[in-house]
């Protein structure tokens, strides 16, 4: 076999969806999430629904969607609402169980950075901002974060805090009120990462076949704490693989 | 999907218990009579009973004495008159003492809001020049911050219970409701648990089919029972009119606690259920209520595949 | 003719319409002004749109509404709305232009009591409530009131304050940074007053035909102030009148 | 029933003064390009533009010099990447300098509510441990009355103009929309001047049959544009789809601003309308974005006479 066993974006969708097990409602963007989320409740979450930011509840779209407001995502929901009732009645009130968030930068706590590289007056790039990730990180139950791993991206000091995951560590966000629990995994192309420690530090939990210990160190900007037992991740099953392939995203868009 | 669909016995027998805040919303229309009455029914006792308007629905419960407590903004049996029963609980302690906690219709509309979005206030512009807030501690008022003068504020209001009358659902609770919408709503979302009660239960497609009509998700439903008439004498969009007639009657039957124990007795203890009590009200009554047609008109939410 | 030329009902739904030429909008509750309102869409003000509170706009009843929460006001209506978006986006959102408010007590600024008569912890008699009475008579543009004159309602201190009128008079309302101007006018069966004074103390502006100053003296429980010149009212017109008993309230409900 | 009816020159031109305040708000859908690009035509400038969403819209006519300040919750091309001429003027201050003012979501859409409820602040569980506050003092928190933490809060946001894509109004501007409702109809209710533009011009009739999917009265309504295919590349809900190569034509095209340039005086400046706009793009595009069937299904109101 010459063709790659499965791609870096494919683990991480299906790492994505392993860990939906049992939840029953996540909040999610387009790309890789949706996939995942897709996946999720084909494998191990049947009763998964879905929340799209655009305010729709129970979306079962009919292709692909392009973006988090396609209109394939409102055609046969089950709840289409206005955006205040999404992010006030939905979110707010505490009925989102999971949300994947992602960023162009994260620290230690899980904090993101979706607004600005460089300095925020004069940035060197800016970036789209917070959308509704600011108080999604805030009010989800639990938030997932679904990030390629580089030292660009991992790094020991964000240039914006944008969304707190565990702010300071330890148990900031309970200090702080927060209503949700924060990020409880970070999933990336090389290792898995969780945050069970009373730091409330991110953590290497598994590193993905054929990547070495040596190899997500030196992608992360500080240094990285390591769990107790290292894992393996499992690989993709071939029943995820051709879900993906042939029923999700037979088009090949987030391969 | 998970099947919720239970027995209006059942869905108050497993979720309502004494000592509850119970809120059966629905402004003037889509009031849960049978929800009422079964409550009666099963002598629950010291229940917080919530509605802006106590209407009939909770003049008879008050007088069958499942209450100790009532939250509300108005007090009326609409284009008749007094609620008696309610009335004689406040001003005579008959059949017991009823506590009353009191606010405007936006109050409690800013209550039941602040509650659906998990917020610490409402903030709302009432309350200035009246004695509300003298004899209701809970409505205060926050500084604005933006410098403008302090305005008033109501805390969320999260009943133990929500109960709702809708014209449909599916059996996972997805529940559609035209006409007036109330707060019926920011109601159950507010609620710890949720009983829907339906004219009609509907496969998933047909909520699937005008997902912008879905105001009460499954996901937020415990149970859904589905009780035809189930608002009588009040009334449903689209489905049946209000039974004036009923509430014109009650006007003079209130006025007497004996009377109106009478009345409980024949129409609520003494009969097993609301398909008992449709019989027993008589077959012109659904045709005295029955509208006409007035159909919606097609829309189309577009087929993208 | 032995038959009364109108009755005092009349007189008021007639002085009501009147009073609501080139309004636009109107909150309205069932009975009298209700009806008033239908008569002026019908004479002085072709364009007015009725507000319910129970979450109507631009409502065109096919039969006289029973209660403010009639299906009929439902069907064919131009908006049906949820109560939040009644009573903050059109009330507090300043676009109720009037609204017909009426009560149990009045004193001579405008202040209505629809609580309670007696103490309110041990009521003589427990009366509905503010229901929205309380945040209309702040927030409506302008307040008329409608009411019977007696000496039980007209009095000089309230049992309870409910709603607002011009609070201690003056420029109370304007002090406490209400959005509304408060009562306009008050419409009874014996006379019309309007507030058009430094003070905004309730005044008589005009006396209904028939109808003596002494009469209207005794009725109200204070020393009632005047208007510089005491207009007669004009009596109902063969139009009105017959909108009133022949189109408008057919069954005579509210004669 | 008072006519509004305007062509989109007109309403543009009577409405949208230079200086003011614009949000063109729906959320990647509905978003009203005729009118962006009829604003671009009249060379409107020093507006500030608000929008949760900036979208492409924004990027053509920030592109095309017309806004001084921008007011937003996300800078994207929705599923493609950036927003290059945005990001140009933030940046490098091309062809302008570009102010802005940054929140996130949920803050843009407490601020909409709150200008349309004429309430002094917004209150929302959000911006804990983010930098949002330190740049933007107009995020500010209040205390809790009722014993708990102080909380965030947004001020009102009363946009002078705001501009509705929606399906159907009438003449008045009774308008009824279906899909994604976004922010639409707080933007509208907390502007001063309401442009509204559908696809298609209906009878009072149509929109009295379904009173509850009217979402914006003509009450607040300033002027009806009936301009189908207005909201084009962007998409309405059963009329017809996204088009999509657009967004991502878009993103080679914006990348450089003499290539934007260009692509203005082609397909704006130096076109009349959006019927030659349509006219321009070939007669394809409008079967490629027409989507199949999905109807709502009837519901009735009932007639009660």
């Given at each position: 076999m010459t063709e790659q066993a499965y791609t870096p974006s494919e683990m991480m969708i299906v790492s994505a969806a392993r860990a939906l097990a049992g939840v029953q409602t996540v909040f999610v963007g387009v790309g890789q999430p949706n996939i995942a989320c897709n996946l999720a409740r084909h494998t191990v979450a049947p009763d998964l629904e879905l929340i799209y930011?655009?305010?729709?509840?129970g979306a079962q779209p009919a292709r692909l969607p392009l973006s988090i407001g396609d209109p394939t995502l409102v055609t046969g929901a089950t709840s289409v609402i206005p955006m205040i009732d999404l992010f006030a009645l939905y979110l707010q009130g505490g009925l989102v169980d999971v949300a994947l968030l992602g960023g162009a930068q994260i620290d230690r706590y899980g904090n993101l950075n979706t607004t600005v590289i460089?300095?925020?007056?004069?940035?060197k790039v800016r970036l789209p901002g917070s959308g509704g990730a600011c108080e999604i990180a805030i009010n989800a139950r639990s938030v997932y974060i679904i990030m390629r791993l580089s030292s660009r991206a991992f790094v020991e000091k964000l240039d914006f805090y944008t969304s707190p995951g565990h702010m300071e560590g330890g148990d900031a966000r309970a200090r702080a009120n927060l209503p949700g629990a924060g990020p409880q995994l970070v999933i990336t192309d090389m290792a898995l990462f969780d945050f069970n420690n009373p730091d409330c530090e991110m953590q290497l939990v598994s590193l993905h076949p054929g990547v070495t210990l040596e190899a997500v160190t030196e992608a992360v900007g500080w240094e990285v704490r390591k769990a107790e037992t290292l894992a393996e991740t499992e690989l993709p099953a071939a029943e995820e693989l051709h879900l993906i392939r042939y029923v999700l995203d037979p088009d090949g868009m987030y391969r | 999907m998970k099947d919720k669909r239970l027995t209006m016995h059942d869905a108050i027998a497993e979720y309502v218990r004494d000592g509850q805040s119970v809120a059966i919303e629905g402004?003037?229309?889509?009031?849960?009579f049978a929800a009422g009455h079964e409550i009666i029914r099963q002598n629950k006792r010291d229940l917080t009973l919530i509605r802006m308007t106590p209407d009939l629905i909770y003049d008879q419960m008050i007088a069958a004495g499942v209450a100790s407590r009532l939250v509300f903004s108005y007090l009326g049996n609409p284009g008749v008159g007094s609620l008696h029963c309610v009335r004689r609980a406040i001003e005579k302690e008959i059949p017991a003492p009823l506590a009353i906690e009191e606010y405007s219709h936006f109050g409690m509309v800013g209550r039941y809001t602040a509650g659906a979005m998990n917020l610490p206030f409402f903030p709302l512009r009432s309350y200035t020049g009246s004695d509300l807030p003298h004899y209701n501690p809970l409505i205060r008022t926050v500084d604005n911050p933006y410098g403008e003068d302090a305005i008033a504020v109501v805390p969320p209001l999260k009943p133990d219970v929500a109960i709702i009358h809708a014209q449909r659902a599916d059996r996972s609770g997805n529940t559609q409701l035209w006409g007036l919408l109330g707060i019926q709503k920011e109601a159950a979302f507010a609620a710890s648990t949720v009983i829907v009660v339906v004219e009609e239960l509907v496969d998933e497609d047909v909520i699937r089919a005008d997902p912008n009509r879905t105001l009460i998700p499954g996901l937020i439903v415990n149970a859904v029972v589905h009780e035809p008439y189930g608002a009588h004498p009040s009334y449903v969009q689209g489905y049946y009119d209000r039974d004036n007639s009923f509430y014109l009657k009650w006007d003079e039957i209130s006025r007497d606690q004996a009377q109106t124990e009478a009345w409980l007795e024949e129409w609520i203890y003494g009969i097993e259920d609301r398909a008992r009590y449709m019989e027993k009200m008589g077959e012109d009554v659904v045709e005295r209520i029955a509208p006409g047609k007035a159909p919606a008109g097609a829309i189309d939410y577009g087929s993208y595949t």
């Amino acid at each position: 076999m010459t063709e790659q066993a499965y791609t870096p974006s494919e683990m991480m969708i299906v790492s994505a969806a392993r860990a939906l097990a049992g939840v029953q409602t996540v909040f999610v963007g387009v790309g890789q999430p949706n996939i995942a989320c897709n996946l999720a409740r084909h494998t191990v979450a049947p009763d998964l629904e879905l929340i799209y930011e655009s305010g729709v509840y129970g979306a079962q779209p009919a292709r692909l969607p392009l973006s988090i407001g396609d209109p394939t995502l409102v055609t046969g929901a089950t709840s289409v609402i206005p955006m205040i009732d999404l992010f006030a009645l939905y979110l707010q009130g505490g009925l989102v169980d999971v949300a994947l968030l992602g960023g162009a930068q994260i620290d230690r706590y899980g904090n993101l950075n979706t607004t600005v590289i460089g300095d925020y007056q004069s940035p060197k790039v800016r970036l789209p901002g917070s959308g509704g990730a600011c108080e999604i990180a805030i009010n989800a139950r639990s938030v997932y974060i679904i990030m390629r791993l580089s030292s660009r991206a991992f790094v020991e000091k964000l240039d914006f805090y944008t969304s707190p995951g565990h702010m300071e560590g330890g148990d900031a966000r309970a200090r702080a009120n927060l209503p949700g629990a924060g990020p409880q995994l970070v999933i990336t192309d090389m290792a898995l990462f969780d945050f069970n420690n009373p730091d409330c530090e991110m953590q290497l939990v598994s590193l993905h076949p054929g990547v070495t210990l040596e190899a997500v160190t030196e992608a992360v900007g500080w240094e990285v704490r390591k769990a107790e037992t290292l894992a393996e991740t499992e690989l993709p099953a071939a029943e995820e693989l051709h879900l993906i392939r042939y029923v999700l995203d037979p088009d090949g868009m987030y391969r | 999907m998970k099947d919720k669909r239970l027995t209006m016995h059942d869905a108050i027998a497993e979720y309502v218990r004494d000592g509850q805040s119970v809120a059966i919303e629905g402004f003037t229309a889509f009031i849960c009579f049978a929800a009422g009455h079964e409550i009666i029914r099963q002598n629950k006792r010291d229940l917080t009973l919530i509605r802006m308007t106590p209407d009939l629905i909770y003049d008879q419960m008050i007088a069958a004495g499942v209450a100790s407590r009532l939250v509300f903004s108005y007090l009326g049996n609409p284009g008749v008159g007094s609620l008696h029963c309610v009335r004689r609980a406040i001003e005579k302690e008959i059949p017991a003492p009823l506590a009353i906690e009191e606010y405007s219709h936006f109050g409690m509309v800013g209550r039941y809001t602040a509650g659906a979005m998990n917020l610490p206030f409402f903030p709302l512009r009432s309350y200035t020049g009246s004695d509300l807030p003298h004899y209701n501690p809970l409505i205060r008022t926050v500084d604005n911050p933006y410098g403008e003068d302090a305005i008033a504020v109501v805390p969320p209001l999260k009943p133990d219970v929500a109960i709702i009358h809708a014209q449909r659902a599916d059996r996972s609770g997805n529940t559609q409701l035209w006409g007036l919408l109330g707060i019926q709503k920011e109601a159950a979302f507010a609620a710890s648990t949720v009983i829907v009660v339906v004219e009609e239960l509907v496969d998933e497609d047909v909520i699937r089919a005008d997902p912008n009509r879905t105001l009460i998700p499954g996901l937020i439903v415990n149970a859904v029972v589905h009780e035809p008439y189930g608002a009588h004498p009040s009334y449903v969009q689209g489905y049946y009119d209000r039974d004036n007639s009923f509430y014109l009657k009650w006007d003079e039957i209130s006025r007497d606690q004996a009377q109106t124990e009478a009345w409980l007795e024949e129409w609520i203890y003494g009969i097993e259920d609301r398909a008992r009590y449709m019989e027993k009200m008589g077959e012109d009554v659904v045709e005295r209520i029955a509208p006409g047609k007035a159909p919606a008109g097609a829309i189309d939410y577009g087929s993208y595949t």
